[in-house]
């Protein structure tokens, strides 16, 4: 084959790495009191990112009393174990609702808490469907709180950096994110995940479709091509391989999932702009830095946190800035129906055999 033909990579000299705002954001003075409905599992990740952030919860609820009252003696022993989620929306003085239990039942306790002019953050996926989404959306800006989703992916560090890059023109125009991850997903056996046929694509990837989308800045997707697979030997019913393509007016992201990788768990995160080159790779959920490749030379900043349980920080924090600034939170409910548009599409299409039109 000719030299001509054989790829090349430009030679780059090491650079400092840019310093970027990447970590949680915190609101200035904003000292809220908040009240958490669902304690399950995950619940352990949300609790210790308000302790560490000095953040006070002052009432749980859960339909299993028990689960409420291991989370008051592990995070918060002055706070109230309500019996009712009428009883915690009626605390003193509560400012937020983080309702943390499973969709199927999450939208009426929104609505609950929107009534009770309360500011919501909803765990994710936001909601089963779109039209439900879109009348909590009007429903809140109605009755002037804040209502915001748990995205938590989005301050996972590596993620929070890539983005803030791209928004500072380091890499030119985003043109295509590329995301590979495998890993060990069969933990869900026996749960009630386990019943989501669609675990990959719907309650798993929507941080993936999230971030993707967060990576081309304001523009929509336009379509999103899907397909799902059982893997050889997975013990589980649920398809655990999947792949995406998610089409932009000026890209694509291309994102392929391996849920049944008993082996080197590894995630790598690739954005190439018109000018420049992004790229994670690491631990799944866990990359310990971000390289950043420009004519100007070529960088790695190692970073600081972890997804868990920082990502949680991130998300909550956003949500008392905004109320705090008077602003939408970037999690808002309204934007994050953009990310489950692509969710839902990538569903309809691994079950249809076709690509689906945003």
């Known amino acids: 084959m000719s ?185 869900t056996a026996g749960t009630e995940f386990e019943k989501i046929h669609h675990i990959i694509l719907y309650d798993f990837a929507i941080h993936w479709f999230d971030a993707a989308r967060s990576f081309f800045g304001s523009s929509d997707a336009k379509s999103v091509y899907a397909s799902v697979a059982t893997a050889p030997g997975q013990p589980i019913k649920p398809p655990l391989i999947a792949s995406s393509v998610v089409t932009f007016p000026n890209g694509i992201a291309t994102l392929g999932f391996n849920g049944y990788s008993r082996y080197n768990s590894n995630e790598t995160c690739t954005i190439i702009g018109s000018s420049g080159v992004l790229r994670a790779t690491g631990p799944i959920c866990a990359p310990p830095f971000v390289e950043l490749i420009t004519q100007a030379g070529a960088t790695r900043a190692e970073l600081k946190g972890s997804w868990f349980p920082d990502g949680f920080r991130g998300s909550m924090g956003e949500l008392l800035c905004a109320i705090e600034e008077k602003r939408e939170p970037e999690n808002a409910a309204a934007d994050n129906l953009k990310s489950l548009a692509i969710c839902f599409g990538a569903m309809r299409s691994a079950d249809e055999g076709r690509v689906i039109a945003l």
């Open 3 to 187: 030299d001509n033909h054989t790829p090349k990579s430009s030679a780059v000299a090491a650079a400092p790495a840019p310093v970027l705002p990447y970590t949680p954001p915190m609101p200035k003075t904003l000292r809220p009191r908040i009240g958490l409905i669902g304690c399950g599992g995950i619940t352990q990740h949300h609790l210790k990112a308000y302790r560490d952030a000095g953040w006070d919860v002052v009432a749980l609820y859960d339909l299993n009393p028990s689960a409420a009252e291991k989370r008051r003696v592990e995070f918060y022993p002055d706070a109230r174990v309500c019996s009712t989620p009428a009883e915690l929306l009626a605390t003193p003085g509560l400012d937020i609702v983080d309702i943390a239990t499973h969709p199927n039942v999450r939208g009426p306790l929104i609505e609950q808490a929107i009534v009770a002019r309360k500011h919501v953050l909803s765990q994710k996926p936001f909601v089963l469907d779109l039209a439900e989404g879109r009348r909590l959306v009007a429903m809140a800006a109605g009755a002037g709180v804040k209502l915001a989703v748990n995205q938590n992916g989005r301050w996972a560090p590596y993620f929070s950096y890539m983005r803030q890059a791209v928004r500072s023109g380091l890499i030119g125009e985003v043109g295509s994110v590329t995301m590979t991850l495998n890993w060990d997903h069969t933990w």
